[in-house]
């Protein structure tokens, strides 16, 4: 097995397993965050694409699955293996990346803001169509043949619709691949499956070094909102269209309804949020929203579709509620509003999710006087929000209380991953010291023999 990415960071999740002449890429994620880490979307693998026998995703967000156009494009013609969730998320996620880096080439090469003459995009959203062809999605629990004898299982493992931890056994062996962890008291989505017993363990780290605050995400939520209507503000929300997005509107909706906040306008600029809300709704079964909920959720909130109604929405003055791509504020629609509030006072950006390093929304959380977009500096004069107790991923006490059962028989050997280094340490040693485990924190393109 060899690291590709995820190693010491939270992004560009990929990891090779290869057993004889049969390579199986387990995620094929986007690099995202400082230049150092993006730049390595466009270097070569230490194995030919068309050398790759399949790709196994554990879930839809681009930091799993957004290298896989780029893959296809330079000659990778396996197939994909995912869940039905993810599926569905990647036929909205995919391409909308491949349209993004379309409009960032273009607007870099329009307005010369690139190093790079021309500026071209990783992949487009054609290529990004082609890829979604590959994919065959699989069902929970039962096993698909990968080739050379390895199997494939996947597990539901909460955090977003289709999320799941992936088993494959070769040779033998087992090496289970956790995925991102969802939390087990989730407002919205169920809980993780629990680990059955494997010889190798393969976990995520976001959250290895710390607790998710002991505070009620709806309380602060109720409260900044609050704050801003009185100053006559808007409040942004940068929030991730696929599983952020839909929780916010769900807490927005039980907070209106208790009369908690006021009835302002909630507006859902992000067409792939839209796209994201309506798979939401589909798959019942993964989260604990009722039908009724769904259709609230969907009746009280102004989904804005085009680029007339997104730019009209901009200009607007009145206290509302915009909840907007990307997460972190590092491009999309979100963009745009940023620049427009960011300077105003009365005016607040909440932000509801992990920030990784290096990004516009770390940047705004720790405190930047000035936020650069679209080559300009602005002034930040706005309250700027960091809630906590909403993440989707487990913090470090949930990932041990998941591997509990394993504790009588645990693996050979665990490896840390998904976590910036801190992080990734941290739950070595929370491992080392609570369980007794073997465990380690691979570094980038390390290899490692799986006997």
């Not at 156009?69 to 990647?90: D, I």
């Not at 500096?377 to 990932?399: Q, T």
Request: aromatic residues 8%; charged residues 20%; glycine residues 8%.
């Amino acid at each position: 097995m060899q690291f590709l990415g995820a190693a010491e960071t939270v992004t560009g999740s990929k990891y090779l397993l290869s057993c004889r002449d049969t390579h199986i890429l387990v995620d094929c994620g986007l690099y995202q965050g400082t230049k150092n880490y993006r730049q390595r979307n466009w270097q070569q693998l230490p194995v030919a694409e068309d050398q790759i026998s399949a790709i196994v995703l554990t879930h839809a967000h681009i930091d799993h699955s957004g290298y896989i156009p780029a893959l296809v494009k330079r000659g990778f013609r396996g197939p994909v293996y995912c869940s039905e969730g993810t599926l569905a998320l990647c036929e909205i996620l995919l391409p909308d990346a491949g349209y993004l880096q379309e409009e960032d080439a273009r607007y870099a090469n329009k307005h010369r803001v690139s190093k790079h003459h021309p500026a071209l995009p990783l992949f487009t959203e054609q290529d990004a169509r082609r890829a979604l062809r590959v994919f065959r999605p699989a069902i929970y629990h039962e096993s698909v043949a990968l080739g050379d004898g390895m199997t494939l299982q996947f597990s539901p493992a909460g955090h977003i619709i289709g999320a799941c931890s992936a088993r494959i056994t070769a040779a033998g062996r087992s090496v289970v691949f956790s995925g991102d962890i969802g939390r087990p008291n989730d407002p919205v989505m169920c809980a993780p499956a629990p680990l059955d017993k494997t010889d190798y363990l393969i976990v995520e780290s976001t959250y290895g070094d710390r607790r998710h605050a002991p505070v009620d995400p709806m309380a602060s939520l109720k409260a900044v909102i609050n704050r801003t209507v009185k100053r006559g503000g808007v409040v942004l929300i940068p929030a991730f269209a696929v599983g952020r997005a839909q929780m916010i509107l769900y807490l927005l909706q039980e907070l209106m309804a208790t009369e908690a906040i006021p009835r302002v306008p909630v507006h859902l600029n992000s067409p792939m949020a839209l796209a994201a809300t309506e798979v939401f709704n589909r798959f019942h079964s993964e989260h604990k929203l009722s039908a009724q909920d769904c259709r609230q959720i969907v009746d009280n909130t102004h989904f804005v579709g085009s680029v007339e109604e997104s730019k009209a929405l901009v200009n607007q003055v009145y206290p509302s509620i915009i909840i907007s791509a990307s997460g972190m504020a590092s491009g999309g629609r979100v963009i745009h509003h940023l620049k427009a509030l960011v300077g105003d006072h009365r005016n607040s950006v909440v932000f509801v999710g992990f920030q990784a390093p290096g990004t516009r929304g770390d940047a705004l959380v720790k405190g930047a006087d000035a936020v650069k977009m679209h080559g300009h500096y602005y002034d930040v004069n706005a309250e700027i929000v960091d809630i906590e107790g909403l993440s989707a991923h487990a913090d470090y006490r949930e990932i041990i209380d998941w591997l509990q059962p394993l504790r009588e028989e645990p693996p050979r050997h665990t490896f840390v991953t998904h976590g910036e280094k801190a992080a990734a340490d941290s739950l070595r040693l929370h491992l080392q010291d609570q369980l007794g485990w073997s465990a380690s924190v691979p570094e980038y393109l390390d290899s490692v023999v799986l006997d």
